[in-house]
C-alpha cells in the first residue's frame, strides 16, 4: 500500500506520513476480493501480480478519493451540465487521421489524469479512481460538405445536446 499527497489534483509526491496522506493507493491484486471482482467485472480480467498476464484494460493503481474530490462527488452524482465539458473542432480542409490519432495517444500516455475512470468499490460501494495503464479514445469524424454553411452550426448544436442528455458514465469514459 502506498500513500500520497495530490498537489491540486494533477501529480503526486511521495514522503507523506500515513496520517497526512489524504489518499491511499493500491494495486488491483491488494484489493479485497470483492472490490477485485467489481473491477474485473467493470473493466475485464487484471493481472495477479506485477508479473501477471497482460489484460486488455490494465488497471495501474487504485486509490481513494482526495478530500478535495470526494466534495466534489458528494450527493452530486455529477448530472450537472457544468460537470461536462465538449470539445469541438471545426476543420475545414483535409486532415490526416493518423497524425491525429498519434498526438492524442501520446497526450493519454503522458497526463495518467487523462486515464482516470471512478469506480464504486466494497460493500459500502465507495467511490475510487482507477488509474489505467493505457487507454485510447474514439474520436468521432463528421463530413459535412453536403450541408449548407447556414445549417452547420445548427446540426453540430443538436449533436452536442443529443451529447449532453445522453450523459456520463465515470466508470467507462475517458474524462
Same mark, same amino acid.
Given at each position: 500500500?502506498?500513500?500520497?499527497?495530490?498537489?491540486?489534483?494533477?501529480?503526486?509526491?511521495?514522503?507523506?506520513?500515513?496520517?497526512?496522506?489524504?489518499?491511499?493507493?493500491?494495486?488491483?491484486?491488494?484489493?479485497?476480493?470483492? %472490490?477485485?471482482?467489481?473491477?474485473? #467485472? @467493470?473493466?475485464? !480480467?487484471?493481472?495477479? =501480480?506485477? /508479473?501477471?498476464?497482460?489484460?486488455? $484494460?490494465?488497471?495501474?493503481?487504485?486509490?481513494?478519493?482526495?478530500?478535495?474530490? %470526494?466534495?466534489?462527488?458528494?450527493? #452530486? @452524482?455529477?448530472? !450537472?451540465?457544468?460537470? =461536462?465539458? /465538449?470539445?469541438?473542432?471545426?476543420? $475545414?480542409?483535409?486532415?490526416?487521421?493518423?497524425?491525429?490519432?498519434?498526438?492524442?495517444?501520446?497526450?493519454?500516455?503522458?497526463?495518467?489524469?487523462?486515464?482516470?475512470?471512478?469506480?464504486?468499490?466494497?460493500?459500502?460501494?465507495?467511490?475510487?479512481?482507477?488509474?489505467?495503464?493505457?487507454?485510447?479514445?474514439?474520436?468521432?469524424?463528421?463530413?459535412?460538405?453536403?450541408?449548407?454553411?447556414?445549417?452547420?452550426?445548427?446540426?453540430?448544436?443538436?449533436?452536442?445536446?443529443?451529447?449532453?442528455?445522453?450523459?456520463?458514465?465515470?466508470?467507462?469514459?475517458?474524462?
Amino acid at each position: 500500500m502506498k500513500y500520497g499527497w495530490e498537489k491540486d489534483g494533477f501529480g503526486s509526491f511521495d514522503g507523506f506520513e500515513e496520517d497526512n496522506a489524504p489518499y491511499e493507493s493500491r494495486k488491483v491484486w491488494d484489493l479485497s476480493a470483492f %472490490e477485485r471482482e467489481q473491477v474485473i #467485472q @467493470a473493466y475485464g !480480467s487484471q493481472p495477479e =501480480s506485477e /508479473q501477471g498476464p497482460r489484460c486488455p $484494460r490494465p488497471v495501474q493503481e487504485v486509490r481513494t478519493l482526495t478530500a478535495w474530490e %470526494e466534495s466534489v462527488f458528494d450527493g #452530486q @452524482a455529477l448530472v !450537472s451540465p457544468q460537470y =461536462s465539458i /465538449q470539445i469541438l473542432y471545426k476543420i $475545414r480542409g483535409e486532415i490526416d487521421r493518423n497524425d491525429l490519432h498519434k498526438a492524442v495517444n501520446k497526450l493519454l500516455e503522458e497526463n495518467e489524469e487523462l486515464r482516470i475512470h471512478f469506480l464504486p468499490l466494497g460493500w459500502n460501494e465507495k467511490l475510487h479512481k482507477l488509474v489505467f495503464q493505457k487507454m485510447s479514445l474514439d474520436i468521432h469524424y463528421r463530413n459535412m460538405e453536403n450541408i449548407a454553411d447556414d445549417s452547420i452550426d445548427r446540426f453540430l448544436k443538436k449533436l452536442m445536446l443529443e451529447d449532453q442528455e445522453k450523459g456520463f458514465d465515470m466508470a467507462k469514459e475517458p474524462l
